[in-house]
């Protein structure tokens, strides 16, 4: 077995929650229930949007709130529920957009993951590898973690 490397790039939930137009955040719809999208609305905007039934809601891009520690994590702008969320190993594994399902499945694949220490600011604690619960860095849980985020990559 090759030696598959994780480096952390110290990707921070405020970057890889923000929606990009290639990359938007998956939510569920909340008149319809149907996959939906938040992306970029100009420069301090945002809008979520379903094409399924029409529905649009735009907000200020500067007002953002997390709720990753709950069992149903919403997006950070306007609190809908994540559309890439899934049971797995008894435990909720959910994701943003495509960007965090890559860092995930690249994190979780890895069987060795590197994190380097800031020139200016030391060791920091503040990036997405260093804040994933036990059981994602468990290595007992990474079969079931890896077909748990192709089912999310099939969803998105």
């Given amino acids: 077995?090759?030696?598959?490397?994780f480096k952390d790039?110290?990707?921070?939930?405020?970057?890889?929650?923000?929606?990009?137009e290639a990359d938007p955040v998956l939510i569920f719809c909340p008149k319809c229930s149907s996959k939906a999208v938040v992306v970029p609305l100009g420069k301090d905007n945002v809008r979520a949007s379903c094409a399924e039934c029409?529905?649009?809601?735009?907000?200020?891009?500067?007002?953002?709130?997390?709720?990753?520690?709950?069992?149903?994590?919403?997006?950070g702008y306007f609190g809908f529920n994540l559309w890439l969320k899934i049971d797995c190993a008894g435990n909720s594994l959910w994701a943003f957009n495509n960007e965090h399902l890559e860092l995930l499945e690249s994190y979780v694949s890895a069987n060795l993951r590197e994190r380097t220490k800031d020139e200016e600011l030391g060791w920091r604690n503040s990036s997405i590898a260093s804040r994933l619960p036990k059981w994602i860095k468990s290595s007992k849980n990474r079969g079931v973690l890896l077909k748990a985020i192709n089912e999310?990559?099939?969803?998105?």
């Avoid at 077995?1 to 490397?5: A, C, E, K, L, V």
């Avoid at 921070?12 to 929650?17: A, Q």
């Fill in 1 to 5: 077995m090759s030696n598959i490397r």
């Fill in 9 to 20: 790039g110290r990707e921070h939930r405020f970057t890889i929650s923000k929606p990009a």
């Fill in 54 to 75: 029409g529905y649009t809601e735009d907000k200020s891009s500067n007002e953002r709130s997390f709720y990753w520690y709950d069992d149903n994590p919403t997006d």
């Fill in 152 to 156: 999310l990559k099939a969803r998105a």
